[in-house]
């Protein structure tokens, strides 16, 4: 079966800096979700990557598939206090029919003002 | 308007109980799923619906029983309650059963006492 391993676990970072997250596939992935947790809430629906090189971008966050597909990177930009939160990488875990998300571990982002 | 809406919030009750959790979603999506978070953040689908059909049954004790009145509906029952189900529960729904969900309800804090 797939499995997902974000890193880091946990980072801590001062407002204004650049960080990154990586999640990275036992398998060849063939759609790649990424999500943000808040404490209390449900999950929000960042971005999702499916060609090989594709990278997406949506205000100061970034995601990128690398070209074997098989890790992604989400980097933050000028980092605030409102990125904090549990960042979810997830991917579906066959090719097609019913497909299944399967998630990592999730990245626990505290931005300090 | 919430686009996935889940009931109750919090849920506190005694082993050995019977409770139920609600949701729905008003997105016109075709699917619904349910996802178990544990103490460690790790998210995990537990069943998805697809028109009012079982498609996903992820080795869920026979405790768990979903239902889908309708395909804007999806409802989750638990018999006999245990200590290790104290978790979050996350309804979502997607558009089509061959995408992946893109939106969450906010969860249901289940803890067993």
């Known amino acids: 079966s797939q499995e997902l391993e974000q890193s880091p676990q946990s980072l801590i970072v001062q407002e204004g800096k650049n960080l990154t997250i990586n999640c990275t596939s036992s398998?060849?992935?063939?759609?790649l979700y990424w999500y943000k947790q808040k404490y209390g809430e449900g999950l929000i629906f960042l971005m999702m990557l499916q060609k090989g090189g594709e990278e997406k971008s949506h205000e100061k966050i970034t995601a990128k598939l690398d070209e074997k597909k098989q890790q992604s990177s989400l980097h933050i930009t000028a980092s605030q206090p409102s990125h904090a939160g549990i960042y979810l990488c997830g991917a579906a875990s066959t090719q097609g029919g019913s497909e299944k998300l399967v998630f990592g571990k999730g990245t626990k982002l505290t931005v300090n003002p | 308007d919430t686009a996935v809406s889940q009931t109750p919030k919090y849920l506190v009750t005694q082993m050995g109980n019977d409770k139920s959790i609600k949701c729905e979603q008003n997105?016109?999506?075709?699917?619904m799923y349910w996802y178990k978070q544990d103490s460690k953040k790790f998210l995990k689908i537990m069943f998805s619906y697809n028109n009012k059909e079982l498609i996903i049954n992820e080795t869920v004790p026979n405790r768990f029983s979903p239902k889908s009145p309708d395909k804007a509906h999806l409802n989750l029952h638990i018999n006999s309650l245990e200590l290790g189900d104290s978790a979050v529960y996350f309804c979502a729904s997607s558009h089509r059963v061959a995408e992946q969900p893109q939106h969450f309800g906010d969860g249901t804090r289940l803890s067993i006492l």
């Open positions: 997105l016109g999506h075709d699917t």
């Open positions: 398998k060849t992935l063939y759609g």
